[in-house]
Protein backbone atom coordinates (compact mmCIF):
# COMPACT_ATOMS: atom_id res chain seq x y z
CA UNK A 1 0.00 0.00 0.00
CA UNK A 2 0.72 3.50 -0.16
CA UNK A 3 0.03 6.91 1.22
CA UNK A 4 -2.10 7.74 -1.86
CA UNK A 5 -3.98 4.52 -1.62
CA UNK A 6 -3.98 3.09 -5.18
CA UNK A 7 -6.59 2.75 -7.81
CA UNK A 8 -5.82 -0.54 -8.71
CA UNK A 9 -4.71 -4.01 -7.66
CA UNK A 10 -1.19 -4.11 -8.31
CA UNK A 11 1.31 -6.91 -9.60
CA UNK A 12 4.47 -5.33 -10.86
CA UNK A 13 6.84 -7.85 -13.06
CA UNK A 14 9.50 -6.71 -15.11
CA UNK A 15 8.32 -8.75 -17.63
CA UNK A 16 9.95 -7.07 -20.59
CA UNK A 17 13.72 -7.34 -20.56
CA UNK A 18 15.29 -10.10 -22.94
CA UNK A 19 14.11 -13.30 -21.82
CA UNK A 20 12.08 -14.39 -24.96
CA UNK A 21 14.80 -17.09 -25.31
CA UNK A 22 15.43 -18.35 -22.49
CA UNK A 23 14.23 -21.65 -21.03
CA UNK A 24 11.37 -21.41 -17.85
CA UNK A 25 12.71 -19.50 -15.24
CA UNK A 26 13.59 -20.46 -12.09
CA UNK A 27 11.66 -19.01 -9.15
CA UNK A 28 14.79 -18.57 -7.28
CA UNK A 29 15.85 -16.70 -10.19
CA UNK A 30 16.74 -12.70 -9.32
CA UNK A 31 13.70 -11.08 -10.86
CA UNK A 32 13.40 -7.52 -9.47
CA UNK A 33 9.83 -6.92 -10.13
CA UNK A 34 9.78 -3.56 -8.98
CA UNK A 35 12.58 -2.39 -12.34
CA UNK A 36 11.14 -0.34 -14.63
CA UNK A 37 12.04 -1.11 -18.61
CA UNK A 38 12.55 0.74 -21.05
CA UNK A 39 9.86 0.31 -24.25
CA UNK A 40 10.86 -1.71 -27.07
CA UNK A 41 9.88 0.09 -30.88
CA UNK A 42 6.36 -1.00 -31.14
CA UNK A 43 5.20 -3.28 -33.73
CA UNK A 44 4.26 -2.08 -37.00
CA UNK A 45 0.71 -1.65 -37.13
CA UNK A 46 -1.66 -0.14 -39.90
CA UNK A 47 -1.22 3.78 -40.24
CA UNK A 48 -3.42 5.79 -38.03
CA UNK A 49 -6.64 6.67 -39.33
CA UNK A 50 -6.65 10.50 -40.77
CA UNK A 51 -10.45 10.47 -39.39
CA UNK A 52 -9.43 9.85 -36.15
CA UNK A 53 -6.78 12.53 -36.17
CA UNK A 54 -9.04 14.72 -37.56
CA UNK A 55 -11.76 13.88 -35.03
CA UNK A 56 -9.01 14.68 -31.85
CA UNK A 57 -7.59 17.87 -33.60
CA UNK A 58 -11.34 18.99 -33.93
CA UNK A 59 -12.59 18.24 -30.43
CA UNK A 60 -9.10 19.37 -28.76
CA UNK A 61 -9.85 23.05 -31.17
CA UNK A 62 -13.11 23.33 -29.73
CA UNK A 63 -11.78 23.00 -26.21
CA UNK A 64 -9.78 25.44 -26.15
CA UNK A 65 -12.07 27.72 -27.65
CA UNK A 66 -15.18 27.26 -26.23
CA UNK A 67 -14.86 25.80 -22.89
CA UNK A 68 -15.64 27.87 -19.93
CA UNK A 69 -12.50 28.65 -18.52
CA UNK A 70 -9.44 28.88 -20.13
CA UNK A 71 -7.57 25.42 -20.43
CA UNK A 72 -3.24 25.60 -21.11
CA UNK A 73 -2.17 22.78 -23.37
CA UNK A 74 -0.12 21.06 -20.57
CA UNK A 75 -3.37 20.51 -18.86
CA UNK A 76 -5.37 19.32 -22.10
CA UNK A 77 -2.66 16.65 -22.78
CA UNK A 78 -2.23 15.19 -19.89
CA UNK A 79 -5.88 14.40 -19.57
CA UNK A 80 -5.49 13.18 -22.94
CA UNK A 81 -2.61 11.03 -22.11
CA UNK A 82 -4.89 9.61 -18.96
CA UNK A 83 -8.08 9.12 -21.03
CA UNK A 84 -6.03 7.88 -23.53
CA UNK A 85 -4.89 4.58 -20.71
CA UNK A 86 -8.03 4.55 -18.54
CA UNK A 87 -9.99 3.65 -21.67
CA UNK A 88 -7.36 0.52 -21.94
CA UNK A 89 -8.38 -1.17 -18.72
CA UNK A 90 -8.31 -0.34 -15.27
CA UNK A 91 -5.48 -0.89 -13.90
CA UNK A 92 -3.09 1.20 -16.85
CA UNK A 93 -2.29 4.65 -15.63
CA UNK A 94 -0.04 7.53 -16.44
CA UNK A 95 1.87 7.80 -13.34
CA UNK A 96 3.59 11.67 -12.37
CA UNK A 97 5.89 12.56 -9.56
CA UNK A 98 3.77 11.58 -7.13
CA UNK A 99 2.41 8.77 -8.41
CA UNK A 100 5.53 7.11 -8.99
CA UNK A 101 6.97 7.93 -5.18
CA UNK A 102 3.88 6.18 -3.90
CA UNK A 103 4.59 3.05 -6.21
CA UNK A 104 7.91 2.41 -4.45
CA UNK A 105 5.74 3.04 -0.94
CA UNK A 106 3.56 -0.21 -2.08
CA UNK A 107 6.51 -2.41 -1.77
CA UNK A 108 7.33 -1.19 2.11
CA UNK A 109 3.69 -1.80 3.50
CA UNK A 110 4.07 2.17 5.32
CA UNK A 111 2.20 4.79 4.45
CA UNK A 112 -0.99 7.50 5.86
CA UNK A 113 -4.27 6.69 5.32
CA UNK A 114 -7.28 4.59 6.13
CA UNK A 115 -5.78 1.35 5.39
CA UNK A 116 -7.72 0.61 2.29
CA UNK A 117 -7.77 -0.54 -1.40
CA UNK A 118 -9.63 0.76 -3.84
CA UNK A 119 -10.64 0.03 -7.41
CA UNK A 120 -12.57 2.89 -9.91
CA UNK A 121 -15.01 0.95 -11.49
CA UNK A 122 -17.35 2.50 -13.77
CA UNK A 123 -16.82 6.03 -12.75
CA UNK A 124 -17.56 4.42 -8.66
CA UNK A 125 -14.95 3.87 -5.74
CA UNK A 126 -15.14 0.14 -4.87
CA UNK A 127 -13.81 -1.24 -2.28
CA UNK A 128 -11.44 -4.38 -3.10
CA UNK A 129 -10.69 -5.41 0.65
CA UNK A 130 -9.94 -3.34 3.74
CA UNK A 131 -6.05 -4.04 5.40
CA UNK A 132 -5.81 -6.27 8.84
CA UNK A 133 -5.91 -3.91 11.72
CA UNK A 134 -6.64 -0.53 9.76
CA UNK A 135 -9.15 2.42 10.76
CA UNK A 136 -11.04 0.96 7.65
CA UNK A 137 -11.41 -2.66 8.74
CA UNK A 138 -11.90 -1.48 12.39
CA UNK A 139 -14.80 0.50 11.06
CA UNK A 140 -16.72 -2.59 9.38
CA UNK A 141 -15.73 -1.60 5.59
CA UNK A 142 -15.65 -5.12 3.50
CA UNK A 143 -14.51 -6.48 0.23
CA UNK A 144 -17.66 -5.03 -2.16
CA UNK A 145 -18.52 -1.67 -0.54
CA UNK A 146 -18.77 1.24 -2.52
CA UNK A 147 -17.68 4.98 -1.41
CA UNK A 148 -19.92 7.51 -3.16
CA UNK A 149 -19.11 10.75 -1.15
CA UNK A 150 -15.77 12.05 0.70
CA UNK A 151 -16.60 14.07 2.95
CA UNK A 152 -20.38 15.22 2.47
CA UNK A 153 -18.83 15.24 -1.47
CA UNK A 154 -20.19 12.79 -4.43
CA UNK A 155 -17.54 10.93 -5.63
CA UNK A 156 -17.38 12.32 -9.45
CA UNK A 157 -16.70 9.44 -12.43
CA UNK A 158 -14.63 11.70 -14.06
CA UNK A 159 -12.52 13.15 -11.24
CA UNK A 160 -12.14 9.50 -9.26
CA UNK A 161 -8.45 10.08 -8.89
CA UNK A 162 -9.05 13.61 -6.72
CA UNK A 163 -11.25 11.53 -4.66
CA UNK A 164 -8.58 8.82 -4.28
CA UNK A 165 -5.58 11.05 -3.01
CA UNK A 166 -8.39 12.67 -0.44
CA UNK A 167 -8.68 9.60 1.59
CA UNK A 168 -4.81 10.49 2.39
CA UNK A 169 -3.91 12.81 4.77
CA UNK A 170 -1.82 13.71 8.00
CA UNK A 171 -2.35 10.72 10.86
CA UNK A 172 -5.33 11.86 13.19
CA UNK A 173 -6.88 14.15 10.79
CA UNK A 174 -10.79 13.12 10.44
CA UNK A 175 -12.25 11.79 7.46
CA UNK A 176 -16.00 10.48 7.07
CA UNK A 177 -16.75 8.13 3.89
CA UNK A 178 -20.17 7.54 3.10
CA UNK A 179 -20.03 3.72 2.03
CA UNK A 180 -22.84 1.58 0.14
CA UNK A 181 -22.19 -2.11 1.64
CA UNK A 182 -22.90 -4.86 -0.74
CA UNK A 183 -26.13 -5.64 -1.36
CA UNK A 184 -27.88 -2.80 0.68
CA UNK A 185 -29.52 0.41 -1.05
CA UNK A 186 -28.79 3.24 1.11
CA UNK A 187 -25.28 4.18 2.23
CA UNK A 188 -23.95 4.81 5.81
CA UNK A 189 -22.00 7.34 7.08
CA UNK A 190 -18.88 6.22 8.69
CA UNK A 191 -16.55 8.60 10.87
CA UNK A 192 -12.53 7.73 10.61
CA UNK A 193 -9.32 8.91 11.42
CA UNK A 194 -6.23 8.64 9.03
CA UNK A 195 -3.17 6.55 10.51
CA UNK A 196 0.34 5.62 9.83
CA UNK A 197 -0.21 2.47 8.61
CA UNK A 198 2.63 -0.19 9.14
CA UNK A 199 1.38 -3.61 7.54
CA UNK A 200 3.09 -6.56 8.60
CA UNK A 201 2.29 -8.67 5.39
CA UNK A 202 2.59 -12.20 7.13
CA UNK A 203 1.52 -13.23 10.46
CA UNK A 204 0.37 -16.61 12.58
CA UNK A 205 0.00 -18.24 15.90
CA UNK A 206 -1.28 -21.72 16.91
CA UNK A 207 -5.24 -22.74 16.50
CA UNK A 208 -4.61 -26.01 18.35
CA UNK A 209 -1.42 -27.86 19.50
CA UNK A 210 -0.24 -29.12 15.85
CA UNK A 211 -2.43 -26.18 13.61
CA UNK A 212 -1.17 -23.04 12.79
CA UNK A 213 -2.91 -20.67 11.75
CA UNK A 214 -1.03 -18.22 8.83
CA UNK A 215 -2.14 -15.22 7.66
CA UNK A 216 -0.78 -12.49 4.40
CA UNK A 217 -2.61 -9.29 4.24
CA UNK A 218 -1.48 -7.97 0.87
CA UNK A 219 2.25 -9.19 -0.49
CA UNK A 220 5.13 -6.90 -0.44
CA UNK A 221 8.48 -7.17 -0.47
CA UNK A 222 9.77 -8.77 2.70
CA UNK A 223 6.64 -11.16 2.87
CA UNK A 224 8.30 -14.50 1.86
CA UNK A 225 10.72 -13.68 4.63
CA UNK A 226 8.55 -13.16 7.01
CA UNK A 227 6.04 -15.80 6.29
CA UNK A 228 9.33 -18.01 7.07
CA UNK A 229 10.29 -16.25 10.17
CA UNK A 230 6.64 -16.74 11.58
CA UNK A 231 6.81 -20.46 10.77
CA UNK A 232 10.03 -21.25 12.09
CA UNK A 233 8.61 -19.71 15.42
CA UNK A 234 5.31 -22.03 15.43
CA UNK A 235 7.48 -24.85 14.81
CA UNK A 236 9.32 -23.87 18.27
CA UNK A 237 6.45 -23.34 20.16
CA UNK A 238 5.13 -25.99 18.81
CA UNK A 239 8.33 -28.08 19.79
CA UNK A 240 7.37 -30.26 16.85
CA UNK A 241 6.46 -30.22 12.98
CA UNK A 242 3.40 -28.71 12.39
CA UNK A 243 0.15 -31.56 11.66
CA UNK A 244 -1.11 -28.63 9.32
CA UNK A 245 -1.89 -25.14 8.33
CA UNK A 246 -4.35 -22.71 7.10
CA UNK A 247 -3.22 -20.25 4.86
CA UNK A 248 -5.67 -17.13 5.01
CA UNK A 249 -5.80 -15.15 1.58
CA UNK A 250 -9.47 -13.65 2.17
CA UNK A 251 -9.54 -9.90 1.27
CA UNK A 252 -5.66 -10.08 0.31
CA UNK A 253 -5.82 -7.42 -2.72
CA UNK A 254 -2.11 -8.60 -4.34
CA UNK A 255 0.83 -7.04 -4.41
CA UNK A 256 3.97 -7.85 -6.02
CA UNK A 257 4.24 -10.69 -8.42
CA UNK A 258 7.37 -11.98 -6.93
CA UNK A 259 6.68 -12.40 -3.34
CA UNK A 260 3.65 -14.45 -4.49
CA UNK A 261 6.08 -16.50 -6.31
CA UNK A 262 8.54 -16.59 -3.60
CA UNK A 263 5.36 -17.55 -1.21
CA UNK A 264 4.05 -20.38 -3.60
CA UNK A 265 7.74 -21.46 -3.55
CA UNK A 266 8.03 -21.71 -0.04
CA UNK A 267 4.79 -24.76 -0.04
CA UNK A 268 6.14 -26.55 -3.19
CA UNK A 269 8.17 -29.29 -3.94
CA UNK A 270 8.19 -28.89 -7.55
CA UNK A 271 5.90 -27.86 -10.41
CA UNK A 272 4.78 -24.84 -11.81
CA UNK A 273 3.82 -21.81 -9.73
CA UNK A 274 2.86 -19.35 -12.32
CA UNK A 275 3.39 -18.52 -16.21
CA UNK A 276 2.69 -14.77 -18.18
CA UNK A 277 1.77 -14.46 -21.60
CA UNK A 278 1.20 -11.15 -23.90
CA UNK A 279 1.28 -9.62 -27.06
CA UNK A 280 5.05 -9.13 -26.76
CA UNK A 281 7.01 -12.56 -27.19
CA UNK A 282 9.25 -11.15 -23.97
CA UNK A 283 6.68 -11.15 -21.71
CA UNK A 284 6.01 -15.21 -21.91
CA UNK A 285 7.56 -16.31 -18.78
CA UNK A 286 6.99 -19.80 -16.73
CA UNK A 287 8.21 -19.76 -12.61
CA UNK A 288 8.47 -23.12 -11.43
CA UNK A 289 9.02 -24.04 -7.73
CA UNK A 290 12.55 -25.96 -6.27
CA UNK A 291 12.70 -28.08 -3.84
CA UNK A 292 12.00 -28.03 -0.04
CA UNK A 293 8.87 -27.35 1.64
CA UNK A 294 8.51 -25.28 5.07
CA UNK A 295 5.40 -27.46 6.13
CA UNK A 296 7.51 -30.89 5.20
CA UNK A 297 3.91 -32.01 3.28
CA UNK A 298 1.77 -31.22 6.23
CA UNK A 299 -1.83 -30.85 4.84
CA UNK A 300 -3.20 -27.21 4.11
CA UNK A 301 -6.29 -25.60 3.76
CA UNK A 302 -6.64 -22.43 2.03
CA UNK A 303 -9.15 -19.43 2.86
CA UNK A 304 -10.61 -17.42 -0.03
CA UNK A 305 -13.61 -14.81 -0.66
CA UNK A 306 -14.39 -11.87 -3.28
CA UNK A 307 -11.84 -9.93 -2.02
CA UNK A 308 -8.29 -12.54 -2.92
CA UNK A 309 -7.40 -10.66 -5.75
CA UNK A 310 -3.93 -10.72 -7.97
CA UNK A 311 -1.07 -12.10 -6.46
CA UNK A 312 -3.35 -14.22 -4.11
CA UNK A 313 -4.75 -15.53 -6.82
CA UNK A 314 -1.53 -16.39 -8.22
CA UNK A 315 -0.70 -18.14 -4.55
CA UNK A 316 -4.06 -19.64 -4.23
CA UNK A 317 -4.09 -21.07 -8.28
CA UNK A 318 -0.53 -22.81 -7.83
CA UNK A 319 -1.43 -24.78 -4.84
CA UNK A 320 -5.00 -25.79 -6.41
CA UNK A 321 -3.35 -27.03 -9.13
CA UNK A 322 -0.46 -28.77 -7.82
CA UNK A 323 -2.76 -30.53 -5.70
CA UNK A 324 -1.08 -29.10 -2.42
CA UNK A 325 -3.65 -27.06 -0.15
CA UNK A 326 -7.65 -27.55 -0.60
CA UNK A 327 -9.61 -24.30 -1.20
CA UNK A 328 -12.46 -23.05 0.92
CA UNK A 329 -14.22 -20.20 0.73
CA UNK A 330 -15.42 -18.20 -2.20
CA UNK A 331 -14.81 -17.15 -5.36
CA UNK A 332 -12.41 -14.84 -6.09
CA UNK A 333 -11.73 -11.21 -7.08
CA UNK A 334 -10.88 -12.26 -10.67
CA UNK A 335 -8.16 -9.84 -11.46
CA UNK A 336 -5.51 -11.93 -13.72
CA UNK A 337 -3.17 -9.36 -15.58
CA UNK A 338 -0.18 -8.19 -15.14
CA UNK A 339 1.43 -4.52 -14.90
CA UNK A 340 4.81 -3.11 -15.92
CA UNK A 341 6.22 0.14 -15.17
CA UNK A 342 7.64 1.81 -18.78
CA UNK A 343 9.30 4.83 -17.39
CA UNK A 344 9.37 7.76 -19.72
CA UNK A 345 11.57 10.33 -18.15
CA UNK A 346 12.90 10.83 -14.92
CA UNK A 347 9.57 11.47 -13.20
CA UNK A 348 6.95 10.06 -15.40
CA UNK A 349 5.77 6.74 -16.95
CA UNK A 350 2.98 4.29 -17.57
CA UNK A 351 1.53 1.26 -15.85
CA UNK A 352 0.35 -0.53 -18.55
CA UNK A 353 -0.77 -4.21 -18.54
CA UNK A 354 1.22 -6.29 -20.73
CA UNK A 355 0.47 -9.53 -19.98
CA UNK A 356 -2.16 -12.39 -18.69
CA UNK A 357 -0.98 -15.17 -16.44
CA UNK A 358 -1.96 -18.70 -15.95
CA UNK A 359 -2.12 -20.82 -13.15
CA UNK A 360 -0.37 -24.35 -13.50
CA UNK A 361 -3.20 -25.88 -15.22
CA UNK A 362 -3.29 -23.34 -18.29
CA UNK A 363 -6.56 -21.45 -16.76
CA UNK A 364 -6.19 -17.74 -16.71
CA UNK A 365 -8.93 -16.70 -14.06
CA UNK A 366 -9.32 -12.91 -15.62
CA UNK A 367 -12.75 -12.03 -14.71
CA UNK A 368 -13.69 -15.46 -14.02
CA UNK A 369 -11.92 -15.80 -10.76
CA UNK A 370 -10.97 -19.22 -8.71
CA UNK A 371 -13.71 -21.11 -7.63
CA UNK A 372 -13.51 -22.82 -4.02
CA UNK A 373 -13.02 -26.52 -3.61
CA UNK A 374 -15.51 -26.40 -0.69
CA UNK A 375 -17.88 -23.07 -1.28
CA UNK A 376 -18.47 -21.34 2.04
CA UNK A 377 -21.49 -19.10 2.54
CA UNK A 378 -20.98 -15.76 4.00
CA UNK A 379 -22.24 -16.50 7.81
CA UNK A 380 -21.09 -16.25 11.19
CA UNK A 381 -21.65 -18.15 14.06
CA UNK A 382 -23.39 -17.11 17.08
CA UNK A 383 -24.20 -18.95 20.85
CA UNK A 384 -27.31 -20.95 21.00
CA UNK A 385 -30.47 -19.26 22.67
CA UNK A 386 -31.10 -21.68 24.97
CA UNK A 387 -29.43 -24.11 27.20
CA UNK A 388 -28.37 -27.37 26.53
CA UNK A 389 -30.36 -30.61 27.44
CA UNK A 390 -29.05 -31.85 31.09
CA UNK A 391 -29.32 -35.33 28.99
CA UNK A 392 -26.36 -35.53 26.98
CA UNK A 393 -25.13 -38.98 26.98
CA UNK A 394 -25.63 -41.93 29.13
CA UNK A 395 -23.83 -41.21 31.90
CA UNK A 396 -26.29 -38.11 32.43
CA UNK A 397 -29.21 -40.48 33.38
CA UNK A 398 -30.51 -41.82 36.93
CA UNK A 399 -29.14 -45.06 37.97
CA UNK A 400 -26.70 -45.74 34.81
CA UNK A 401 -24.55 -48.48 34.46
CA UNK A 402 -20.72 -47.56 35.79
CA UNK A 403 -18.30 -47.16 32.92
CA UNK A 404 -14.91 -49.24 33.60
CA UNK A 405 -12.84 -45.90 33.31
CA UNK A 406 -15.80 -43.66 34.70
CA UNK A 407 -14.02 -42.05 37.42
CA UNK A 408 -15.35 -39.58 39.71
CA UNK A 409 -13.96 -36.27 38.05
CA UNK A 410 -16.39 -34.07 36.34
CA UNK A 411 -15.41 -33.71 32.61
CA UNK A 412 -14.49 -30.09 31.53
CA UNK A 413 -15.02 -29.24 28.24
CA UNK A 414 -12.36 -27.71 26.52
CA UNK A 415 -12.03 -23.66 26.29
CA UNK A 416 -13.25 -22.74 22.97
CA UNK A 417 -10.74 -20.47 20.26
CA UNK A 418 -12.78 -17.05 20.46
CA UNK A 419 -11.33 -16.83 16.83
CA UNK A 420 -12.89 -20.19 15.66
CA UNK A 421 -16.06 -18.63 17.69
CA UNK A 422 -16.82 -15.52 15.91
CA UNK A 423 -14.79 -16.83 12.69
CA UNK A 424 -17.39 -19.44 10.37
CA UNK A 425 -15.07 -20.25 7.78
CA UNK A 426 -11.87 -20.38 10.12
CA UNK A 427 -13.70 -22.81 12.06
CA UNK A 428 -14.60 -25.09 9.02
CA UNK A 429 -11.06 -24.75 7.33
CA UNK A 430 -9.71 -26.04 10.93
CA UNK A 431 -12.39 -28.91 10.95
CA UNK A 432 -11.34 -29.93 7.19
CA UNK A 433 -7.80 -30.16 8.37
CA UNK A 434 -8.19 -32.49 11.13
CA UNK A 435 -9.40 -34.20 8.41
CA UNK A 436 -6.58 -34.47 5.96
CA UNK A 437 -4.21 -34.84 8.80
CA UNK A 438 -5.64 -37.86 9.84
CA UNK A 439 -4.29 -39.53 6.56
CA UNK A 440 -1.28 -37.78 6.42
CA UNK A 441 2.01 -39.58 7.56
CA UNK A 442 3.80 -38.32 10.41
CA UNK A 443 5.78 -35.20 9.14
CA UNK A 444 9.91 -35.15 9.46
CA UNK A 445 11.73 -32.05 10.19
CA UNK A 446 10.35 -28.98 8.31
CA UNK A 447 13.36 -28.32 5.70
CA UNK A 448 13.87 -24.58 4.64
CA UNK A 449 14.68 -23.46 0.92
CA UNK A 450 18.56 -21.78 1.27
Same mark, same amino acid.
Given at each position: ???????????????????????????????????????????????????????? %?? @????? =????? /? #? *? $?????????????????????????????????????????????????????????????????????????? %?? @????? =????? /? #? *? $????????????????????????????????????IRVASAA???????????????????????????????????????????? #???????????????????????????????????????????????????????????????????????????????????????KGSVQTV?????????????????????????????????????????????????????????????????????????????????????????????ALALRAP?????????
Amino acid at each position: MSKRLLSTVLIMCACLPALADEPPVDAKAPVDSTTTVEPKAAAKNAPLDLADIRAF %TA @VYSLV =KQAYV /D #D *V $DDHRLMQSAIRGLLGGLDPHSEYLGKEQMEDLTEDTTGSYAGLGIEVLQVDGSLKVIAPIDDSPAERAGIKAGD %TI @VRIDG =KPVQA /D #D *V $DSAIAQLRGKPGSPITLSVLHDRQTVPVDIPLKREVIRVASAAGRMLEPGFAYLRISQFQAETGGQLRKRIERLVAENKAPLRGAVL #DLRSNPGGLLTAAIEVGDEFLEGGVIVSTRGRVKDSEMTFRATPGDLLAGAPMVVLVDNGTASAAEIVAGALKDNHRALLMGRRTFGKGSVQTVLPLDAEHAVKLTTARYYTPSGVSIQAAGIEPDIGLADLALSQRESEPSLVVGERDLRNHLKGANEGNAVETPPAANRDLQRDYALNEALNALKALALRAPPAPGAPGKG
